[in-house]
């Protein structure tokens, strides 16, 4: 795995959920805390499933209301998206770190 790898895996999904969830279902829900709860329930809900477990889920359900809180409070989606993408990058250093096998592929 190259570096850049690890920026794509970091970067791309926080764009596209961060577009989804608070762009799109936060805005349709309501730019409020029932807005922020709703939109960060089912951005873990849909975390679920692919080998993760159901503490996975509610630890995404968290981060997904801090993400809806950051936007609410900046009026910016892209702070969420830069939170979103540094998590992400975070969580994939530590995996490589933890795999180094994985590093070599």
Request: glycine share 12%; net charge neutral.
């Amino acid at each position: 795995m190259r570096p850049f790898d690890v920026v794509t895996v970091a970067v791309l999904p926080a764009l596209a959920e961060e577009t989804l969830f608070r762009g799109a279902l936060l805005p349709a829900i309501g730019v409020s805390p029932v807005g922020v709860v709703g939109a960060g329930v089912v951005f873990g809900a849909l975390h679920a499933g692919g080998g993760r477990n159901a503490a996975f889920a509610a630890w995404a359900s968290v981060v997904g209301c801090a993400y809806g809180a950051c936007a609410v409070a900046t009026g910016n989606v892209a702070v969420a998206m830069a939170a979103h993408a540094m998590a992400n990058y975070a969580s994939a250093a530590l995996w490589l770190k933890e795999n180094p096998d994985a590093a070599k592929a």
